[in-house]
């Protein structure tokens, strides 16, 4: 008897354990990653697999294990930036622990969407939930829903008694504003994003802080909705301003923008009006998209590691799947200031 396996049908493990000369238990604890094997029975196993071209039955090892080996994501705004690369990183990470995912993107964030969003992946059998939100109404839907599985928030903020992950925004604002004083500007304006996401807030409030500890006026933020066209809309108002107060005092001279999208657009309004950047007024960012080391000027940002926040989130769901956690605990992903030169050093009057 040949100890290949008929090639008109798919090889099984017990092909793999007769090739392979050991039994099955050994190819099931070799392909489960089960600790209790050698590195040469484990190496002898993998050569044979691959050879054979053996491939898991999932649904078999669904019903015999109860567990599905997938992971559901929901996610709403994933036409932005943040959103759109969060999402990225949370299902490659999945995929690199050996998860499948199976992703909802919300439309409307309403409590009526996510609990619809909730019951499609419970149709997949999902063990666990990344759900990938900054906007206060999904976070409050999110505390009123009924989970079927463990939940991780990202970008959800602390107020819920559920696991979560987010990037330090506030640390990452209160970074770009210190940045700026130090090169010499008596204060910072922003141009914040939208009142109801929770990064927004976050990042006002380390702007502001900064310029309190500082000293520094706080001067009233000017709001914009994530948009180039927005930031264009603030930077005509705050051209205005430098305009206006042109040879009378040291007036605007830098602006923290709360992402680089908006910061774009703050940028052409300037440069149409012939407000230089930077040496007329200095401009930061928030994110640091691939796109931002290229605008004329190269843009100062913060940069969010969205790999790390990823890893992070899946690791914190998979400890509460497996048992190995029980508090909701919050983590926090630190955030890296990115220097270019729009924001260069401002040379004294």
């Not at 000293?215 to 927005?230: E, F, M, N």
Request: with cysteine.
């Amino acid at each position: 008897m040949s100890q290949v396996p008929d090639a008109v049908r798919a090889p099984t493990m017990t092909d793999v354990a007769r090739v392979a000369g050991v039994s099955h238990q050994t190819v099931s604890r070799v392909l489960s990653q089960h600790p209790n094997v050698s590195p040469a029975t484990r190496a002898a196993v993998m050569e044979v697999v691959e050879r054979l071209g053996y491939r898991r039955n999932s649904a078999a090892r669904a019903l015999a294990t109860r567990r599905t080996h997938t992971l559901g994501v929901i996610a709403a705004n994933t036409t932005l930036h943040g959103p759109a690369s969060t999402l990225t990183g949370v299902q490659e990470a999945a995929r690199d622990r050996g998860y499948l995912v199976s992703a909802v993107t919300l439309r409307t964030p309403t409590q009526a969407a996510l609990s619809e969003a909730m019951q499609h992946l419970g149709t997949w059998g999902v063990e666990g939930v990344i759900v990938v939100t900054s906007q206060r109404d999904t976070v409050r839907a999110l505390a009123a829903l009924d989970a079927p599985c463990p939940i991780v928030t990202v970008e959800g903020g602390d107020t819920l008694d559920l696991p979560g992950v987010s990037l330090d925004q506030n640390l990452g604002a209160r970074m770009i504003t210190e940045h700026l004083l130090a090169a010499g500007h008596s204060t910072v304006w922003h141009v914040a994003g939208p009142e109801n996401w929770l990064e927004s807030e976050a990042r006002v409030a380390g702007w502001e802080r900064a310029l309190r500890e500082a000293g520094a006026v706080v001067p009233p933020p000017v709001r914009g909705d994530w948009s180039p066209l927005s930031g264009y809309q603030a930077g005509q108002q705050l051209a205005g301003r430098v305009l206006a107060s042109s040879g009378q005092g040291p007036g605007l001279t830098a602006v923290f923008v709360a992402n680089d999208q908006m910061a774009l657009g703050v940028l052409r309004a300037f440069r149409e009006v012939g407000v230089r950047t930077p040496e007329d007024v200095a401009v930061a960012g928030f994110d640091d998209i691939p796109e931002a080391e290229f605008f004329p000027p190269p843009l100062t940002t913060i940069r969010q590691d969205f790999t790390k926040l990823g890893q992070t989130s899946i690791a914190l769901l998979l400890d509460h799947i497996e048992g190995r956690a029980d508090e909701p605990r919050q983590l926090t992903v630190a955030p890296e200031l990115i220097v270019r030169a729009s924001t260069a050093r401002r040379r004294p009057a």
